[in-house]
């Protein structure tokens, strides 16, 4: 499978951090655009980091994450999610960075091997799967 490239052709670029359409009680969450590339089948891909979550987890002590380090976008379901650029130059906390270098190595090695998409869906429409998908009961 061809490797996706990085490209500047985009209106979307690394660094950005952006309000965007949430879901309630997650008001003030944001979403930084880490990392920006190109694939010939699925266009521009956006790699984004999300914070100001609260998605509930039982995985997690508290039962809730707040942050989710890497998901790859379609430019048209960001289209469909931002609303407005907050800042351009956003840097994520040292540790976050570290978790979303490594989750997207992971997500781009299963990429190339046919094994990883790009989210055609809202942010917020990810965020519901995401959540019912980790709360889902796996004796059902």
């Given at each position: 499978?061809?490797?996706?490239k990085d490209t500047n ?86 540790d976050v960075e570290d ?13 190339e091997e046919g094994k ?25």
């Open positions: 499978m061809t490797s996706p052709d985009s209106v979307y670029q690394p660094g950005q951090e952006w309000s965007y359409n949430t879901r309630e009680g997650e008001d003030d969450a944001t979403l930084i655009i880490c990392k920006v590339e190109s694939h010939p089948k699925t266009g521009n891909i956006i790699h984004v980091s999300l914070r100001g979550l609260n998605i509930r987890n039982p995985l997690q002590k508290s039962g809730f994450s707040d942050v989710i380090t890497h998901l790859p976008f379609t430019e048209e379901a960001i289209d469909k999610s931002v609303v407005k650029m907050l800042n351009k130059s956003a840097k994520l906390e040292e978790d979303f270098k490594q989750a997207y190595n992971d997500w781009r090695a299963a990429f990883a998409t790009v989210l055609g869906s809202s942010v917020v429409e990810t965020l519901d799967y995401i959540e019912s998908t980790i709360n889902s009961d796996p004796e059902v």
